[in-house]
């Protein structure tokens, strides 16, 4: 069982790039997210969706898009990417919204730098 | 704004002592607690939740003080794998998906 599956690992983008960072899930979730976390600080809430084609923004939506049209991926967008965008995105799956018993499932990370 | 606040540590501690560390929040209508460990470098994974009436899991004991608003983790017997940051999570009175905050976290290191 893959569980939360992120590409890419690593990534450098040059200021004003776009990229796209990949996540998908097999544990047939409806709820998924995405978290980014700067250096000693906590998760913050960037989007969200509560099932195939519903998707709100959290915390620190700005600068990111999302969508979702399967309920297996949920692909965030970054457009003219900034420095302030340097960090490490999570991307996490539960199989309620609050997480519940067995809690978020979270994606082994995407490390960004905006250079 | 709803705050959940930790001591970042680091927590230096021999192996095979106690150690335990706080998390207080502040929206007193906190419905859910969580603690998360972090490795380095590595993605969250639930620990464990907790309950009112507090809750064990081996070397581990989580309490709530809804009173005080804080939370608690105990480790007994420490290892050195237990070395890792701990993440304190709480869920907001009324919110859904987008209702959890993350704290910051707490650093351990158990040393040989």
């Known amino acids: 069982n893959a569980g939360v599956t992120q590409t890419p690992k690593f990534r450098i983008l040059k200021i004003g790039q776009s990229m796209t960072l990949q996540c998908a899930q097999d544990?047939?979730?409806?709820?998924m997210y995405w978290y980014r976390q700067d250096p000693g600080m906590g998760l913050k809430l960037i989007y969200y969706?509560?099932?195939?084609?519903?998707?709100d923004k959290g915390e620190v939506p700005n600068g990111y898009n999302v969508s979702r049209s399967t309920t297996e991926d949920f692909p965030l967008r970054l457009e003219l990417a900034a420095p302030s965008q340097t960090s490490v995105y999570f991307c996490?799956?539960?199989?309620?919204?609050?997480?519940?018993?067995?809690?978020?499932?979270f994606g082994s990370g995407t490390r960004l730098t905006v250079v | 704004r709803k705050e959940v606040e930790q001591d970042p540590g680091p927590f230096n501690v021999p192996e095979g002592a106690t150690v335990a560390f706080n998390c207080t929040y502040s929206?007193?209508?906190?419905?859910?607690f969580f603690w998360y460990r972090q490795d380095c470098r590595k993605e969250p994974k639930l620990l464990m939740s907790?309950?009112?009436s507090g809750n064990e899991d081996g070397r581990f004991t989580a309490q709530l003080n809804r009173a005080s608003q804080y939370i608690s983790l105990l480790i007994r017997d420490s290892k050195l794998s237990d070395s890792a940051t701990y993440l304190c999570?709480?869920?907001?009175?009324?919110?859904?998906?987008?209702?959890?905050?993350f704290g910051k976290g707490t650093h351990l290191i158990i040393q040989p």
């Open positions: 996490a799956s539960s199989q309620t919204g609050t997480g519940g018993y067995y809690g978020y499932t």
């Open positions: 544990m047939n979730h409806n709820y």
């Open positions: 969706s509560v099932g195939a084609g519903i998707t």
């Open positions: 929206n007193s209508a906190s419905q859910s």
């Open positions: 907790v309950y009112s």
């Open positions: 999570v709480v869920l907001h009175s009324g919110g859904g998906a987008d209702g959890l905050t």
